[in-house]
């Protein structure tokens, strides 16, 4: 490596620590702190960085990167659930914001070639950006989530004709056009099918060699090989390096591998991105800016609000309710990075010549208020959702219930909202169990599919109190909401808690910060995936370990009704395991007093634990609190007590507890 080059790098890494500590103490988003550090670094700010074009072939490595680990995530599966929202959603997306820009820019003076290709950048979005913001809020699997990434994918790959055709918006082409979008097509689709072929047949045996032989090294290497090689291999085809990314980590999202590759590949991940967020940064020219503030936050308000709107009736088209698309919708209205691509072929051909300085601000600021705009966006959906809007437009009218649907009244039934795996199964069973329940679903493909199998289910966006109320709130005994969008799993648990103050709201979430906020709003039961998952681990590790059954479910049961406090904070429990470790011939363990156990109402002294089974007593939890054992003190019923011993004389001292 020249050591010019280590310097840019070592100037950007120190920069951006320093930027990051001070937008983090501000609480204000990294990606903002990253594109604030480009702009310093940059030859249009401090200069502290010659390797301009350097730097950014590292940030594409970081857009590669950010692309596969999102790709492991989503599935072959589920792509194909969101076929709608790539081929109608995103084909309505670009072709009405062309449309639209086209006429604004005719109407502004600009040619016909200059206006259909102002109308091409402006209709691209940062896949780069967005899809990281929206995978940090853990909503790439909601249904908001599902059309931004079919309306982002669709721009992957709608782009490369767009560079095709832009030598022909400026008269340059030689009557070849047409034939490269061809050829073009014709290439991509052998790209797409080599693809599908790998994932189905040659990658599993591929990772699974690698895999046998217990190297990480070695996995590790073939897992970044896989996205590369992927990615050229799209490129080579003239597809985006960005969409060969995502084929690549949806190949490895079939394996049983992608765990692994997903965890080794992230830091990675994380370090590169940084680089591409720095360099658009450094596109920036600070005194252009200066200069021309006004009118460059008018273009900024412009774009945003356009494409905006336009993504909403896209999203509509889709068959979504109207909480749905306005998030999608203001997900995507900043102008993306494969824009900066195309902004250069066009000033090749003189398509851009006079405005190129004005569209980088533009893009670049946009980009830098995203984050604000998305975490803003519920509120602001919620804002248009107050308005006297029609109920069609709302997404509350559902397709007729009647006798299939549960148009009827429903009395003790049970609600489930979301009908992904965790509301398939919750559903199967309550059938078994004679409960009666309705079902409320926001995908009309799964309502439809789902109704025509019997399903009590119908179409609607649970975050209105018309659907609640169609699904019978008032006289529901459970309430489930098992959705993948946290901003609405709060609105729907605050609005059902108010129609019927007696229900009871069980509510699944991904992560440990959303419990306390539900709980406020009404929840009287939150289970955090993160910790259900650690109660599967441990209970199998205590089965491993001939725990008996009965006290491994009360120590779940235990848990749960404790809102897993004994893992989110260190208690006397963990302070006694740690004991075990210097003494390794003995086990410690926990034991609850049974009020017919014969332990109960007999002092120490009187059981003579540790001269008749050579077991000492460490602790007994009375209330809450943790005291030192007196031998003259009776042991009560549901007293905790803390016994040190081997693990034999253990399992023989345990019926004088639990009876």
Known sequence: MHIPLLTDIVVIFG????????????????????????????????????????????????????????????SFQKLVEIRRAVLVGGSLQVGLTILAVFLLARWAGASSGEAVFYGFLVSLSSTAIVLGLIQQRGEVDSPHGRITLGMLLFQDVIVVPMLL????????????????????????????????????????????????????????????????????LTASAGLSLALGAFLAGLIMAESDYSHEALGNILPFRDVFTCFFFVSIGMLLDTGFLVRNLAVILAGVALVLLLKAMLAAIAGLAVGRPLRTVLLAALAVGQVGEFSFILSRTGMTYGLLADHYQFFLAVAVLGMAVTPFVIAAAPRVASGVLRLPLPAWLR????????????????????????????????????????????????????????????????????????VLRHAGIEEATVVVVAINDPAATRRITENARRLNPRAHIIVRTRYLQEMAPLYELGANEVIPEEFETSVEIFSRVLAKYLVPRRQIDELIAKLRSDGYGMLRRLTPESSFANLALHLPDMEVSAVQVEAD??????????????????????????????????????????????????ASRLTETLHLFTG
Not at 608 to 622: E, I, P, S
Request: glycine letters at 14%.
């Open 165 to 232: 055709v832009t030598p022909l918006l400026a008269g340059a082409g030689q009557g070849g056009g047409w034939k490269e979008v061809a050829l073009f097509a014709g290439r991509g689709l052998g790209i797409v099918v080599l693809v599908l072929a790998s994932a189905r047949w040659l990658m599993p045996w591929i990772l699974h060699q690698v895999a046998r032989t217990r190297s990480k090294e070695l996995f590790l290497l073939c897992v970044v090989a896989v996205c590369l090689t992927t990615a050229w």
């Open 597 to 646: 156990a014969p332990a109960a109402g007999k002092t120490l002294a009187g059981l003579a634990l540790r001269k008749r089974h050579g077991v000492t007593v460490l602790a007994v939890r009375r209330n809450g609190h943790v005291q030192t054992p007196e031998v003259d003190r009776p042991f009560a019923a549901g007293d905790t007590v803390y016994l040190m011993g081997p």
């Open 15 to 74: 920069l951006a620590v320093a930027v990051q500590f001070v937008f983090l103490r501000l609480r204000l988003p990294s990606l903002v702190g990253l594109l604030f550090t480009g702009i310093l670094a940059g030859p249009h700010g401090l200069g502290l960085v010659d390797a301009v074009h350097e730097v950014e072939v590292l940030a594409e490595i970081g857009v590669v990167l950010l692309l596969f680990t999102i790709g492991i995530e989503f």
């Open 395 to 466: 997404g509350t009218a559902g397709p007729p219930v009647g006798e299939e649907g549960g148009g009827e009244r429903r009395e003790r039934h049970l609600i489930i909202i979301g009908f992904g795996l965790n509301g398939r199964n919750l559903a199967h069973a309550a059938a078994m169990s004679g409960i009666p329940y309705v079902i409320v679903e926001m995908s009309p493909d799964t309502v439809k599919r789902e109704r025509q199998r019997g399903e009590p289910i119908f179409y609607g966006d649970a975050v209105h109190e018309g």
